[in-house]
């Protein structure tokens, strides 16, 4: 079965600095990816996703991700951070599951504050 | 517009009693899904539906029952609530052209508390 491990719970950077969110799976095939941000009371919304082609995949908000088979890794990647991603931020792994469906697997999410 | 709405956002209710939660997309999606997300903020996939029919259905109690009267709404009725039901419940959906390059627009979910 998929599983999705972000290492880390919680980090806290200061405006401007650079972030990275590690992401890592674990899937038999060739893995679908996604990072979602969730902000405080609201749903998900879809930062990037990756599917095959290109490692580097750019996403909304200035975000990247860099796909990385031999260490079976999706790390996000901003190289200025704003006040305004503070959110919880997830990595998820897709599976077929029959007709038009797939289930995503999420990891437990990563906590940023971000210090003004 | 709000592509996928959820209803109530809040609700708190007590043990034992029966609730709904009420899904709609206006994407034109053909498959929709439940997620449970727990006061440790994991997201767990319960239901999902495609074209009226269900297709995951994760290990659950038979408590929970998904219906979906139409392509646009999925509603998620809870039986016999428990304490342990508290939680953020969040509906999504997804073209559903068996592309696993879709993408599942999440909406903005229903904190429910059982006291």
């Known amino acids: 079965a998929q599983s999705v491990t972000q290492p880390d719970i919680h980090i806290t950077v200061s405006e401007g600095a650079s972030l990275e969110l590690r992401c890592n799976y674990s899937?038999?095939?060739?893995?679908?990816l996604f990072w979602y941000v969730q902000s405080p009371g609201q749903g998900l919304q879809l930062l990037l996703k990756y599917f095959s082609g290109d490692t580097l995949v750019q996403g909304i908000k200035g975000f990247e991700a860099e796909f990385k088979r031999s260490q079976s890794s999706f790390n996000l990647r901003k190289p200025s951070v704003h006040w305004s991603d503070a959110a919880e931020y997830f990595c998820a792994v897709a599976q077929r599951a029959g007709a038009g469906s797939y289930q995503l697997t999420f990891g437990k999410g990563t906590k940023l504050s971000v210090i003004p | 517009d709000t592509a996928v709405s959820q209803t109530p956002k809040y609700l708190v209710t007590q043990m034992g009693n029966d609730k709904s939660i009420k899904c709609e997309q206006n994407l034109g999606h053909d498959t929709m899904y439940w997620y449970k997300q727990d006061s440790k903020k994991f997201l767990k996939i319960m239901f999902s539906y495609n074209n009226k029919e269900l297709i995951i259905n994760e290990t659950v109690p038979n408590r929970f029952s998904p219906k979906s009267p139409d392509k646009a709404h999925l509603n998620l009725h809870i039986n016999s609530l428990e304490l342990g039901d508290s939680a953020v419940y969040f509906c999504?959906?997804?073209?559903?052209?068996?592309?696993?390059?879709?993408?599942?627009?999440f909406g903005p979910g229903t904190r429910l508390t059982v006291l």
């Open positions: 999504a959906s997804s073209p559903g052209d068996s592309s696993l390059t879709d993408t599942q627009y």
């Open positions: 899937y038999g095939a060739t893995p679908y």
